[in-house]
C-alpha cells in the first residue's frame, strides 16, 4: 500500500525507478512519516532549492533524506541549548557577581573563555554577534568552516536569477499524443479566430463584499442539499417516501441527503469524525455520525453534497448500506449548422487558405500566476510568455492571476520602484499605476507583434488591485489598466463559450486544498488527480469544498508572517460558484500540485502550474484543438473537445 500512496503522491504519471522508491520507503520507516507528509517535506524542500518537484531521482531523494536527518538534528540541538541556557541562568556559588562570560562557557564557540572580555571589532560600539545578526543553530563560529557547509547547515541556495532557468521549453508532459502540435502560421491572420460568448452572468459578481449575513449563508447551504435531493430523486426515479432524515431513529431503511462535515473544529477529517449535516428542511439541520463499514471503498471531503442509502436504528449513527451516484451534467452539444461557422471562423479570412482543405487547428495558451518570482517585480516569466505567444501568433491566450499578488514579499511590504520612465507622484500611485507600468506593457508588446489574438484575464482573491476582495469575484474595470479591447477581463469563475466548445475558468487552487482534507479509504491511490477533479464535476461547483482549509495549512509564503491569503469565500453568493448547464468541455484549474491535463467524466481539466514559483520559473499549458467534425444540419453534435484537442505542459 505504501508503493503505491508514494507512486501517486511523486509520480502519478509514470512509473518510479525501483531504487528511488526503496529511498522513499526508508524515509517513511525512519521518521515514522505518512507518503502525504513524506511528500509535503517533498514540495518544501524543492521550492526551498528551486528544484523541480516532478523530477524524482535517487540523488535528490537522498539529499531530501539528509534535509530531514539535519532538520532533527537542528531541533534536537536547539532543545538541548535551551535546556543549559535554563540551567545556566542560575548564578552558581563560585562564580563572581556579575561575570556574565562565565556562563556562556560551552555555549557558543565563539566566546572566550572564562575571565575574558568580549571584544570590539574595529573599535565599533556593537558586538560581532549583534551586527551579523547572531549564529544560526548548527553553524559553527569558526573561521575555518567553509560557505559550502555553511550554506548546507543553512539550508539555503542562492536565488538564481530567469535566464540561468534549466530546460526552458522543455514539454514535461503531452495529452493526446497522436495529434500534432499546431503549425505557426507565416503571419497573423487577418481576421481573429476566436469569438468568445458568455454563458454566466458577469453582472451578479458585482455583489457587495465583506456584507455576508449568516441567515444568507445558512440558507445558501440549505439550498444546495435540497437541489441535489430533487436531481438523485429524477435520475433514480424515487419516491418522495424513500427519503427521510438520517438523525431520525428508524429500522426502515431510507435515503438520507446531506453534507459530509466533521464534528471537530479542528484537524483533518477522520473516520472517526465524519458526519453527515442535513438541511434544515431534510433533518433540522441536525448532525448524525456515519458508520462505514460496510463499503469497501470510498472518499469523501468536507462540503461534498452525498445521498446514502442506509439506516439508523440506534438513534446514535447512520448506519450506510449504499453510496447513490449524483447524477453529472450533460455534455455540451451544438447543431452541425453551429459548428460549420466556427470552422469557418478558423480559416482566419476569406483569403487566408484553400477552402478545401480543414482549416489550422486552434492554438490557445493557458497561464496562472505568480508571474515574477519573490525577489523581484521583473515579470520576466510574463515577458517570455508573451514573446512565445507572439512568435506562433496564437488565436488565445488565457491568464489567471495573481498578477499583483497580495503575498509576494515585495508588494506586501511596498518596498519597491516604478520604473524610471514612470512619471507618476509616488504618494498618488495606486496599485493599478503598477500594473500599467509593470504588468500591461508586456501584454501590449503582444498585441502589437499578433493584433488578432484574443486574450482573457481572469481576477484572483490574492489581486492587490481588485478591490472584489471575496469569492466568487467580480471583474477588474479594464481602462484603469491599460488595456485594449483586445483583451477581455472576466469574473471568477466565469463560464463562456471559446468558439464551440465551452471553457470554465477559475484561479482559485481547489485541488491542493482537497487533497489536503479529503478522506478516502480502500480507493486507488494511483488515481490521486483524477479523482481530485471528478469532485468537481461531479458536485457542479467550483469550489465545492466547505469550510475551506485552514490557512496555516496552505504552502508558505514568502511574506513576513508566511500565512497564505486563502479561499475567501462569500457563503452568501456561493451559487454563483456553479457550473452552468452542461458540464464544460476544457476546465483550467491552477493550481500549487503539479500541472497536468487529464480527461474526467468527458470533461478535459488543465492545471497548467504556477508560471512563476517563488524562486524559480514555473510552467504553462498550450493546446491544439482541431475542427470539430460535421453531422446532418440540424442534428446535436457532442463537442468531444478531449478526443481533437493535444495539450502540452511546457517549462517556461
Not at 5 to 29: A, M, T
Not at 455 to 466: A, E
Request: proline share 7%.
Amino acid at each position: 500500500m505504501a508503493d503505491a500512496d508514494l507512486q501517486s503522491f511523486f509520480s502519478p504519471n509514470k512509473s518510479l525507478e525501483p531504487d528511488v522508491l526503496g529511498e522513499l520507503e526508508s524515509i517513511l520507516r525512519l521518521h515514522d512519516l505518512s507518503a502525504e507528509d513524506l511528500y509535503f517535506k517533498w514540495e518544501s524542500y524543492c521550492i526551498k532549492l528551486d528544484h523541480d518537484a516532478q523530477n524524482v531521482t535517487l540523488d535528490t531523494v537522498r539529499n531530501l533524506k539528509q534535509s530531514i536527518q539535519d532538520a532533527l538534528e537542528n531541533s534536537n540541538r536547539q532543545v538541548h541549548v535551551k535546556l543549559e541556557r535554563k540551567i545556566a541562568s542560575t548564578p552558581r556559588g563560585g562564580s563572581k557577581p556579575g561575570n556574565v562570560t562565565s556562563m556562556l562557557d560551552g555555549l557558543i564557540p565563539s566566546t572566550p573563555a572564562t575571565g575574558g572580555k568580549l571584544g570590539r571589532v574595529g573599535g565599533s560600539t556593537g558586538s560581532a554577534l549583534k551586527r551579523k545578526g547572531g549564529n544560526p543553530p548548527g553553524l559553527a563560529s569558526s573561521p575555518a568552516a567553509g560557505l559550502a557547509d555553511q550554506l548546507k547547515n543553512l539550508n539555503a541556495v542562492p536565488v538564481n536569477s530567469f535566464n540561468d532557468r534549466a530546460n526552458p521549453g522543455e514539454v514535461v508532459e503531452i495529452l493526446n499524443t497522436h495529434l500534432a502540435a499546431a503549425e505557426p502560421p507565416i503571419a497573423p491572420y487577418s481576421e481573429p479566430r476566436v469569438k468568445l460568448t458568455a454563458a454566466s452572468d458577469q453582472k451578479k459578481t458585482g455583489y457587495k463584499p465583506l456584507a455576508m449575513k449568516l441567515s444568507e449563508a445558512s440558507e445558501i447551504l440549505d439550498d444546495r442539499i435540497d437541489d441535489l435531493m430533487t436531481i438523485v430523486q429524477e435520475h433514480h426515479e424515487l419516491d418522495d417516501s424513500a427519503f427521510g432524515s438520517a438523525a431520525s431513529q428508524s429500522t426502515t431503511e431510507i435515503v438520507a441527503i446531506g453534507r459530509i462535515a466533521s464534528d471537530s473544529i479542528e484537524g483533518k477529517l477522520n473516520k472517526a469524525s465524519l458526519v453527515l449535516e442535513t438541511s434544515r428542511r431534510t433533518g433540522m439541520g441536525l448532525r448524525v455520525p456515519l458508520k462505514m463499514d460496510k463499503i469497501k471503498s470510498w472518499s469523501f471531503f468536507p462540503g461534498q453534497i452525498v445521498a446514502l442509502r442506509g439506516s439508523n436504528a440506534s438513534g446514535l449513527e447512520f448506519v450506510v448500506n449504499e453510496i447513490l451516484d449524483v447524477p453529472l451534467l450533460p455534455n455540451a452539444a451544438s447543431q452541425s449548422s453551429v459548428l460549420e461557422s466556427h470552422r469557418e471562423r478558423l480559416r482566419g479570412g476569406p483569403d487566408a487558405m484553400d477552402e478545401d482543405s480543414d482549416p489550422a487547428p486552434l492554438s490557445v495558451i493557458f497561464a496562472s500566476g505568480p508571474y515574477t518570482a519573490d525577489d523581484n517585480l521583473d515579470f520576466e516569466p510574463l515577458h517570455a510568455l508573451c514573446s512565445q505567444a507572439a512568435d506562433t501568433y496564437v488565436d488565445a491566450l488565457v491568464l489567471a492571476g495573481p498578477f499583483l499578488d497580495v503575498d509576494h514579499p515585495l508588494i506586501a511590504t511596498g518596498d519597491f520602484d516604478l520604473p524610471e520612465d514612470a512619471n507618476i507622484d509616488p504618494d498618488t500611485a495606486t496599485m493599478s499605476t503598477v500594473f500599467k507600468y509593470l504588468v500591461t506593457p508586456a501584454l501590449n508588446r503582444l498585441v502589437a507583434a499578433n493584433p488578432q489574438i484574443t486574450i482573457v484575464l481572469v481576477p484572483s482573491v490574492r489581486d492587490v488591485l481588485n478591490k472584489h476582495v471575496s469569492w466568487p469575484q467580480d471583474t477588474i474595470p479594464r481602462k484603469e489598466l491599460g488595456l485594449s479591447k483586445s483583451f477581455r477581463i472576466v469574473s471568477n469563475p466565469m463560464t463562456l463559450f471559446m468558439n464551440e466548445f465551452v471553457l470554465g475558468l477559475s484561479s482559485q487552487d481547489v485541488l491542493s486544498q482537497l487533497r489536503s482534507e479529503e478522506l478516502a479509504m480502500g480507493v486507488q491511490s494511483s488515481d490521486l488527480m483524477s479523482r481530485l477533479c471528478r469532485y468537481l464535476v461531479e458536485q457542479r461547483h467550483y469550489f465545492p469544498l466547505y469550510p475551506p482549509a485552514d490557512r496555516s495549512k496552505l504552502p508558505k509564503t514568502g511574506t513576513e508572517d508566511g500565512v497564505a491569503t486563502g479561499a475567501v469565500l462569500d457563503l452568501s453568493y456561493l451559487k454563483l460558484g456553479e457550473m452552468v448547464n452542461v458540464r464544460p468541455d476544457v476546465m483550467m484549474t491552477p493550481s500549487f500540485l503539479p500541472p497536468f491535463a487529464k480527461v474526467v467524466e468527458s470533461v478535459l481539466i488543465i492545471n497548467p502550474g504556477f508560471l512563476s514559483k517563488r524562486r524559480g520559473a514555473g510552467t504553462y499549458a498550450r493546446m491544439t484543438l482541431y475542427p470539430p467534425a460535421l453531422g446532418s444540419s440540424e442534428q446535436m453534435t457532442s463537442h468531444k473537445v478531449f478526443d481533437r484537442a493535444r495539450v502540452e505542459i511546457v517549462r517556461i
